[in-house]
């Protein structure tokens, strides 16, 4: 036989059972709180302190710090702190940081990006940013990539300031280039003179006219090559 149904026992059940709902909900708020809170204190702390697996990364994921600096002199990036970064990170980056963090059971510490200079500050915070975190020995894991790619150009734009010999040689080519567009041997006959004598002088006078603009302009717009500047605040 059925029994009958005490329904103020009932609501107090159901309202027991709601505030556990409503205990647990609140518990796990509380927890990605704290979760969010010790991540984004990590993303702007200025400690270089390595982190400590418990589990390895995978190797695909791990990268040599001279490996970041070639890529970096490659395309004109930096690799900085993210203490550095004037925006916030995306929630998807620190996202990604939790999910790392579960995934090799450790506490990530040591966050760089490696992105152009944009990126840091605010001319274009999406630009093709990768975040790292350091694992001590020069070696950093691979955690998370937000934004847009890179244009393919940028690899040329950014061989002249990779360092003074991409500098260098791009002014004497400039020079070189420019030299060959002067008509010599007509201006030659009109000075009367031979342009076996006036080609050279020529030359040396765009090279020497190039060589000067160049320099001047690098100072002046104080200009820095990359590999001087490449792990440096550029502020």
């Not at 490659?74 to 963090?101: G, N, Y």
């Not at 059971?105 to 944009?118: K, M, R, V």
């Not at 002088?201 to 090559?225: D, E, K, T």
Request: net charge negative.
């Amino acid at each position: 036989m059925i029994g009958s149904v005490d329904l103020h026992k009932e609501l107090l059940d159901q309202r027991a059972e709601s505030n556990r709902f409503i205990d647990d909900v609140n518990a796990l708020l509380k927890s990605e709180e704290r979760t969010y809170a010790s991540i984004m204190e990590r993303l702007r702390s200025s400690s270089k302190t390595p982190s400590v697996f418990n589990t390895e990364p995978p190797l695909s994921e791990v990268f040599d710090i001279q490996d970041i600096r070639k890529v970096a002199l490659k395309f004109r990036l930096r690799f900085l702190p993210t203490r550095l970064l004037k925006a916030d990170l995306p929630m998807a980056a620190v996202q990604a940081i939790k999910e790392k963090e579960l995934e090799l059971d450790c506490e990530l510490h040591g966050f760089n990006l490696l992105a152009p200079e944009e990126a840091f500050d605010l001319k274009d915070e999406n630009a093709d940013p990768l975040l790292f975190a350091n694992m001590g020995d020069g070696h950093y894991v691979f955690v998370h990539k937000w934004g847009s790619d890179l244009s393919w150009h940028r690899f040329i734009m950014s061989f002249p300031l990779r360092n003074p010999i991409s500098f260098g040689l791009m002014l004497l080519l400039l020079g070189i280039g420019l030299s060959l567009t002067i008509p010599t041997a007509e201006l030659a006959d009109r000075l009367g003179m031979s342009a076996s004598i006036l080609s050279p002088l020529m030359m040396i006078w765009v090279l020497v006219s190039v060589l000067s603009a160049g320099v001047f302009l690098f100072f002046s717009n104080r200009w820095q090559f990359t590999s001087e500047c490449w792990d440096k605040d550029f502020s």
